[in-house]
Structures are given as C-alpha cells and as structure tokens.
C-alpha cells in the first residue's frame, strides 16, 4: 500500500506540472495544438500500437492491450521526450529546444481476465513565438511590429479496463480530458511616439469526459508465425468550454494601461473529433516482429463554439519492427529489442494551398533489467523528421527527439508457497 500511494502522490506531482509550454513550433497555433505524431512505448517503432502487446510495456494508446500484461505484476511506468528543432523560412531561421510527451501510468490484473491501467499524459501539445515586423501600408517611414505569443494543450486522465474473451481482447480508457489555451498578442507601432501600443489576451478553457475503445485478436499459423489485429477509436465528443477576450492600450511613456474592450463566451464547446487506429502485427520465430498502423482523425468536423475552422482531414501511416535475439538469454544484449520504425503524417493543417506534412524515421531499443524482485525496461528511442516545406513562404521544421521510457514491473500479487 505504500508503494500504490508513493505512486498515486508522483502522478498528482504530475498533473501539477503539465499543461505548460510544451511545445515551440507555430504550427501548434491552430486548434487545440499538434497532435503528436510519435510518442508511447513504441516511439522506436515509429509509434505503432493498434497490434502492440507485450508483458513489459503499458501500451495505453489501445486499452485491450492490458491482458497481456503479468497476471501477478504491478506495472509502473513513465517517459517523456526532449525535442531539438531548426526552424527556418525563406527569411530567417532559429531553434528551440523542448520537453513535452510525457506520461505516468500504472497496470495490474484486478481479477481472474480482468486488467486496469491508470494514469496521465498529453494529449496535444501548444506552444509558439512568433515575431512579425511589416511596413504600415501607404507609409513606408513606419512600421509595425507584432508579436504573437500562445501555450498550453490539451491533458488526459484516464481510468482503463480489459478483459479476455477467449482469444479476443477488449478494452475501454474512460478519460477526462482538460486543457488551458493562452493566447497574446502585442501590436507596436515604430518608431515609438508619445501614443499608445496594443494588447490583447484570450483565454481559453476547455474539459469533459472522452471513451477510447480497443479490440485486438492474437492468432497463430503454424509454429513460428504469430498475428495480431488491432483497432482503437474514440468517437467525437464535444468538449465543454469557456473563452475570455481583453483588449488593452498601453502609454508608450507612461505605461498607463486604459481597457479597450473585453468579452466572455461561456457554456460553450470545442468539438474533439472521431479518431481511429487500425494495424497488424507479425511476428516469426518469437525474434522478428513487424507491425503497421493507419490513422484518421476526422478534423474536418472540428469546431470552436460553434464555428466549424475548415480544417482537413488527419491521416497518419507508421511502419515499425524489431529483433529481440533471445527472450530468455543469458546475455543482456541478447533480451535487448532493436528497434527501427518510419511514420508520415499529412496534418489537418493546409495553408496557401500548401499541405502542411511530417515525415520521419526512428530507432531504438529497450533494455531489460532484472532485479531481485523487479523487472526494469528501460527504453530509449530517437526520432528524426521533417514538418512543414518552404513552398508557398511556409515554415520548415527539421527535428531530433529522444525519448526515454522506464517500465517497472513488479511482485505484488504472487503468494509465498512452502513445500
């Protein structure tokens, strides 16, 4: 019982430190932020999970996972990615670095069939700073100068059970996702006279209740050929949300801060849409598996208070694989798993007829660590990609990730026996 609080009161910690700026790139302006194209157990795999079900890792992205976990283990388990862009257009380039991605979850059987796994993770990712410096059209002598500045995203809490229907698994995450969007912007007229400077913020808060379902079926042909089909979906949930708009001009010189204008919309919503996962695992000779996964997000139906934002259609295709030498080796490097994977995503995002895509490639590994009464998977996967073009004055992102996954598993519910 010590050890179930030690770990409820590190997830509590955790909620307490989400919802930041987790996130750099502009693109994460539109909506409720970017979705993340690759996180999870399975990052070195290219984020694959609809057909992903091991005894080491907690795959929440497909809650029917959860029976094949160990029967007689408590299943604690954390990670987080740090990301290192180089962004640039046809005019400038920067970096930034960040952390965002991150999770704690817990698992263990409740009884005979029946798994539940808890715990806490993002579910989108806002975060952008971005700095516009124009001429005042008909007087080329000014020029204005501004700045837009947002963070926040959107958080889950999650509650999930599965339970073994013969072969068949199935599973429900009944989740509560909540969210904070704050966005700034700064509007300065140069050179600066004795007028007054531009201010504004909206505020935007959001939260209700999300059901994510999964399905997956195992299978066998002959020996050393070992299926799994998988599918996870949730459908579109509106979420209940509130919005405050204040407007402000500032004295250039004595900084007097007179209101302008402000405005409340509350009672509203913002409207999550259906998404789904669908993929198949293979694996021979229990040492090679590969798996791939499709996704689609319906984000043409994504709407804020009411207004639908004309958004396209979210598809997202990942390939992955590994080769684990020998499960039960006696070397370390034989029970490692070699991990590589690739994913592109074309986003809901398209700006002057240009689609706004990502591409990337990933490799990794998961270490296996045994210890007296623990088992310990460390993972570590890094993740290289590209987002957005330079065609049509769009923005360019190249990206390095590294993700660090840390999977205990432990000896909770095994009695002592005497012979």
């Known amino acids: 019982m010590r050890k179930l609080l030690a770990c409820i009161i590190i997830l509590l910690i955790t909620i307490s430190s989400f919802g930041q700026n987790n996130s750099g790139t502009p693109y994460s302006k539109e909506g409720f932020g970017l979705l993340p194209d ?48 180089d962004i640039s257009s046809n005019k400038t380039h920067s970096t930034y670095k960040v952390a965002q991605n991150g999770e704690v979850t817990m698992a263990f059987r409740v009884y005979k069939k029946l798994f539940m796994s808890l715990g806490i993770l993002q579910r989108s990712n806002r975060g952008f700073d971005v700095l516009y410096n124009n001429n005042v059209r008909g007087d080329y002598s000014m020029r204005y100068i501004q700045h837009i500045e947002g963070e926040g995203g959107l958080n889950e809490v999650y509650l999930g059970l599965a339970y073994q229907l013969g072969r068949l698994s199935v599973g429900v995450n009944a989740s509560y996702l909540f969210g904070r969007i704050d966005d700034r912007l700064t509007l300065v007229l140069q050179p600066a006279t004795s007028g007054y400077y531009m201010k504004t913020q909206t505020v935007t808060q959001m939260g209700s ?27 579109g949930t509106p979420l209940h949300a509130n919005q405050t708009f204040v407007s402000y001009k500032i004295s250039n010189t004595t900084s007097t801060m007179i209101p302008v204008d402000n405005d409340a919309t509350e009672n509203s919503s913002v409207f999550y849409p259906f998404r789904i996962t669908t993929g198949i695992s293979y694996q021979f000779n229990k040492k090679w598996l590969f798996s791939g996964d499709y996704t689609f997000q319906n984000m043409s139906q994504y709407e804020e208070f009411h207004t639908n934002k004309e958004y396209q259609n979210y598809h997202k295709v990942a390939l992955g694989g590994f080769l684990q030498p020998n499960v039960s080796g006696r070397y370390w490097w034989q029970r490692n798993k070699y991990m ?31 210890l007296q009464r623990q088992e310990l998977m460390l993972g570590v996967a890094v993740d290289l990609g590209m987002r957005g073009t330079h065609r049509n004055n769009q923005i360019l992102e190249k990206y390095a990730k590294l993700r660090i996954n840390i999977a205990f598993k432990e000896i909770w519910f095994m009695k002592a026996k005497i012979y």
């Not at 986003?347 to 990933?362: E, K, M, P």
């Open 38 to 85: 690759n996180y999870g157990a399975f990052t070195g795999m290219g984020g694959v999970s609809a057909a992903m079900r091991d005894n080491y890792n907690i795959n929440f992205l497909n809650p029917a996972s959860y029976t094949a976990l160990d029967s007689v283990r408590f299943y604690f388990q954390t990670g987080a990615t740090g990301e290192y862009v």
């Open 340 to 370: 590589a994977g690739t994913y592109f995503t074309r986003s809901h995002l398209r700006f002057n007829s240009t689609d706004i895509n990502t591409y990337g490639v990933a490799i990794g590994t998961q270490i296996p660590i045994r």
């Open 209 to 235: 209740a999300l059901f994510t379902l999964g399905a997956q079926l195992p299978f066998t042909i002959g020996k050393k050929h070992d299926f799994v089909i998988g599918t996870s979906f949730n459908f």
